[in-house]
């Protein structure tokens, strides 16, 4: 028999070794398209694995139930916003809000607005014989424009229906403002007058330039500023002491109450006369609002679990450091927040949210040269730009989501974080039409805010 193998047998039977060869390798090594990934951790990601979604601005929606029962361990909370002049921010907190009355025993809500204008609001939420409607009621409230907004009437409406079923569980509507002397000085004198005449005529004098029809008309800072000399000032600042120790002497607390918010007005406002000298770049002095405000809050919550509906800059805890410039420029001095105050006040019994966004159009009087604050307002639109906690947030949640940042596990990420200077985008009731530099807040989040939620997109507010 002939042994010889055949040339095309041999290689197949090489061919055949070959893949059965490549074959058990693959088998044996792991599939690079399956293998299980190495993700690194991200500050983004850190922040995003804590995000609560909101999926609808409606009080069943879960993610905002959740959040109320979160700021409701604490018995005061600041209700920040983004801007002032955008609608879903204002909505969340009027949800918020309503949902902390019906389940978490919320009693008091205070409005950085005019005592003037809260008791309008709070006459016709306590159920005051009225034949106009919430949105009417808000439109005639003495208080900045920017308030005047659907959202608030809306809220004001809920809170009528809810105190006029719960008696016994009734919710008040405060102001915490001292930007109204003329006004707070008037009817703390006439209170004076009605029971001790010769006492409120022996105040008068001190008090005439700031009781005049046209100091009365002014917005505050403008009175105080154009109206009065330093001398005035500080003669009216005087008076309204002496005032409110007469009212407390005749048993009239809450008249005294509204001449000492009269003196905090002209306090705050030291430096700002004509002719006064300038006003010290750091102390206490460009805080002193902010701890007006605070004590006033404080005082008027009495005990009770309360909000306090405020702008971001306003409700943050901690103190917040300038930062020294890139090129070396002095370090920018900020006002310390009205939350700072509360927080050493309070301890934990204070909680801080903030909101931001993704993207967002508001309105607000377009900043230029010598704009007045009474100019039209305008649609201002901005995207989360660059090295902004708006961006990191939107990277960490592209959804409308809250954060709990208070209680993030720890991470050296996160710690780092929390120390590294970062930029916050900030617009009041005057904002520049187009971005800018000047835009930002630069701090260190470190323990400024306790809850923040981002916003996918913030639409402009629905103006009444």
């Known amino acids: 028999m002939d042994r010889r193998h055949d040339p095309m047998s041999r290689r197949a039977f090489m061919l055949a070794t070959a893949s059965a060869a490549i074959l058990a390798g693959c088998a044996s090594k792991p599939d690079d398209s399956t293998s299980p990934k190495v993700t690194v951790p991200t500050v983004a990601s850190l922040l995003g694995a804590q995000a609560v979604p909101i999926r609808s601005l409606t009080a069943s929606d879960p993610g905002i139930a959740a959040l109320a029962k979160r700021l409701s361990q604490s018995k005061f909370v600041g209700l920040g916003e983004a801007t002032q002049g955008s609608h879903e921010d204002a909505l969340l907190k009027s949800l918020l809000i309503q949902t902390m009355i019906e389940f978490h025993d919320l009693r008091v809500v205070m409005l950085p607005a005019s005592r003037a204008g809260t008791d309008l609001l709070d006459g016709y939420a306590s159920g005051a014989p009225s034949g106009m409607q919430a949105a009417d009621i808000v439109r005639q409230a003495p208080m900045f424009r920017i308030y005047k907004t659907e959202v608030m009437a809306d809220f004001l409406t809920w809170l009528r229906g809810w105190n006029a079923v719960n008696a016994d569980r009734k919710v008040r509507i405060f102001s915490v403002d001292c930007m109204s002397s003329s006004r707070d000085a008037a009817d703390a004198l006439a209170a004076l007058a009605a029971v001790d005449k010769p006492a409120a005529d022996a105040l008068s004098a001190g008090l005439a330039p700031i009781l005049t029809a046209e100091a009365k008309a002014d917005r505050h800072e403008l009175m105080v500023a154009s109206r009065l000399t330093p001398a005035q000032r500080a003669d009216a600042e ?85 930062v020294q410039g ?37 309105m607000a009087v377009a900043a230029k040269p010598s704009t007045p604050v009474n100019a039209p307002l305008t649609k201002i639109a901005r995207r989360a730009r660059v090295n902004t906690l708006n961006a990191l947030l939107t990277k960490a949640s592209p959804q409308t989501a809250w954060i709990d940042l208070a209680n993030i596990p720890e991470h050296e990420l996160i710690s780092d974080w929390r120390k590294t200077p ?9 904002a520049r039409e187009l971005p800018d530099e000047a835009d930002f807040d630069i701090y260190a989040p470190e323990s400024l805010f306790d809850v923040v939620v981002i916003h996918s997109r913030l639409t402009s507010a629905r103006m009444l």
């Open 238 to 322: 005087a008076a309204c002491r002496k005032l409110e120790t007469e009212l407390t002497r005749v048993g009239l607390g809450l008249a005294a109450f509204n001449a000492r918010r009269a003196w905090q007005g002209l306090n705050a406002l030291e430096f700002a006369v004509n002719d006064a000298p300038p006003a010290p770049e750091f102390g206490d002095y460009i805080s002193r609002g902010s701890l007006f405000m605070a004590e006033n809050a404080l005082g008027l919550a009495r005990g009770e679990r309360a909000v306090y509906w405020g702008h971001n800059a306003s409700v943050m805890t901690g103190r917040p450091k300038g």
């Open 326 to 362: 890139p090129g070396g420029e002095a370090p920018i001095k900020y006002a310390t927040p009205t939350g700072s105050f509360l927080r050493a006040k309070l301890g934990p019994d204070y909680v801080a949210l903030t909101q931001e966004f993704s993207e967002a159009t508001f």
């Open 422 to 430: 970062i930029k916050l985008e900030r617009y009041f009731e005057i």
